[in-house]
């Protein structure tokens, strides 16, 4: 079986400077996969390569074989891919059901012109999608919030929401853009067994970009750890904490440099 995402000496310049350097790794099918590493590491670079933000200076990105690098992000929703940001950037004054619908549009038939119509084709899917919308919150717990203005919920509902977004377009590849960032320990808690309550039904491949090890831990199968913009080590999350060169490039000094 085809990696469902490979990575192949992916290089990024601005100018002068080199944010990835030869990166490569492959993700399989149904696997949840991270990458950790400092701040500054390319970690958020690389993510913009793969969700076709950013094109690579050089290098190949495979989705199920099929090379993406340099694809817009809207081709590459047709490849199966769904992205949530670190800001979720939601339409506020719009419901939170309205807010998640936004994310069918890569599955409504015809285009812009059709659906301001309202051919009956087009009203039906829409009624599909809402309906599966509602599902998908109520497998996420945000039920409750259907009718609800985003503004009135909080940083850690957003990224909910958000995530209801991504997942109404059925992608096959999802990247989880620091989903822990602004959450409480408990928010943390409930968004790690939300992930695995998806991830088990839907059957999705998950790279997620997080700070949290705790949140690494819990949830991945594997993890590449970036330094200045190249793969450090690959391993589970657990031979990346106790790696010694890991914990260098987090901490500034030897493992072994406790104290003198």
Not at 15 to 26: C, K, P, R, S
Request: hydrophobic residues 40%; aromatic residues 4%.
């Amino acid at each position: 079986m085809a990696a469902r995402l490979t990575l192949r000496d992916v290089t990024l310049r601005f100018g002068g400077i080199t944010a990835l350097d030869d990166v490569g790794f492959e993700v399989e099918p149904g696997q949840i996969f991270g990458l950790v590493g400092p701040n500054g590491a390319g970690k958020t670079s690389l993510f913009n390569c793969i969700s076709g933000h950013y094109k690579p200076t050089s290098g190949s990105i495979l989705i199920d074989d099929a090379e993406v690098a340099g694809s817009a992000p809207a081709k590459l929703s047709g490849h199966g891919l769904a992205r949530t940001f670190q800001h979720p950037a939601l339409q506020l004054n719009a419901t939170v059901l309205e807010n998640v619908m936004l994310g069918a549009h890569a599955r409504l038939p015809g285009g812009p012109v059709q659906w301001s119509l309202r051919l009956p084709r087009t009203t039906r899917s829409e009624r599909q999608m809402r309906e599966e919308a509602k599902e998908l919150l109520e497998r996420t717990g945000l039920a409750w919030a259907t009718d609800l203005p985003a503004d009135e919920l909080s940083h850690g509902l957003h990224k909910g929401i958000e995530l209801c977004r991504a997942l109404l377009s059925r992608p096959q590849l999802l990247l989880l853009d620091e989903p822990a960032a602004g959450l409480s320990h408990g928010e943390v808690d409930r968004f790690s067994d939300t992930i695995k309550g998806l991830q088990a039904h839907d059957d999705i491949t998950i790279v997620i970009v997080e700070h949290h090890m705790g949140l690494i831990s819990a949830l991945t199968d594997r993890v590449v750890v970036l330094d200045q913009g190249r793969v450090l080590m690959e391993g589970t999350a657990a031979e990346a904490q106790a790696d010694a060169r890991v914990i260098e490039a987090y901490l500034g000094k030897k493992a072994d440099d406790d104290a003198a």
